[in-house]
T-cell receptor
Framework: NAGVTQTPKFRVLKTGQSMTLLCAQD?????MYWYRQDPGMGLRLIHY???????AKGEVPDGYNVSRLKKQNFLLGLESAAPSQTSVYFC???????????????FGDGTRLSIL | GQNIDQPTEMTATEGAIVQINCTYQ??????LFWYQQHAGEAPTFLSY????GLEEKGRFSSFLSRSKGYSYLLLKELQMKDSASYLC???????????FGTGTLLAVQP
């Protein structure tokens, strides 16, 4: 069972270039999330999705777009990369929340992105 | 607003016990998570508390006091492999969005 898989693992871009980060989960989770992690800042939510065909903004959405065309995939796009987007990006997924409790999020191994 | 506070760094000795504290302020309360993150790796789930009290899982225990907005992670019989960042996180609302603290970097020394 692969869990949450992110591709690529590493990437270097030039300012202004575009790219898409891929996230796939095989746990049939409804919810999926994209975070960025920067030194001293902790994990910050970029965008999230509560089901196929839905997306919503998180804490730091500017400069990013997302799509959830299939339940198992959640794509994060950078249309015009900027040096401020140099970070480690994590995708996560979880089951639907219910019964007054929450479900743990399962994380991918991360994508290390450098923008020059 | 929502805020999670935890110490930035801690050092402890192999075989000892260490307590990592977390205070939180959230709009509503839906429980509190602890994650472990080794350098260069993904966060992995450790524990979830929604009721007051202590939850024990082997060498790791997590405590919650909702009235005080306070939680701690207790690690017993420390091993070198416990050197990692420990992230405190609280969900915000029905979509299970998590607000993370900046993490506590624990260094276990021989």
């Amino acid at each position: 069972n692969a869990g949450v898989t992110q591709t690529p693992k590493f990437r270097v871009l030039k300012t202004g270039q575009s790219m898409t980060l891929l996230c796939a989960q095989d746990m049939n989770h409804e919810y999926m999330y994209w975070y960025r992690q920067d030194p001293g800042m902790g994990l910050r939510l970029i965008h999230y999705s509560v089901g196929e065909g839905t997306t919503a903004k998180g804490e730091v959405p500017d400069g990013y777009n997302v799509s959830r065309l299939k339940k198992q995939n959640f794509l994060l796009g950078l249309e015009s990369a900027a040096p401020s987007q140099t970070s480690v990006y994590f995708c996560a997924s979880s089951y639907v929340v219910g019964g007054g409790s929450n479900q743990p999020q399962h994380f991918g191994d991360g994508t290390r992105l450098s923008i020059l | 607003g929502q805020n999670i506070d935890q110490p930035t760094e801690m050092t402890a000795t192999e075989g000892a016990i260490v307590q990592i504290n977390c205070t939180y302020q959230t709009s509503g309360f839906n429980g509190l998570f602890w994650y472990q993150q080794h350098a260069g790796e993904a966060p992995t789930f450790l524990s979830y508390n929604v009721l007051d009290g202590l939850e024990e899982k082997g060498r790791f225990s997590s405590f919650l006091s909702r009235s005080k907005g306070y939680s701690y992670l207790l690690l017993k019989e420390l091993q070198m492999k416990d050197s990692a960042s420990y992230l405190c996180a609280a969900p915000g609302g029905a979509t299970n969005k998590l607000i993370f603290g900046t993490g506590t970097l624990l260094a276990v020394q021989p």
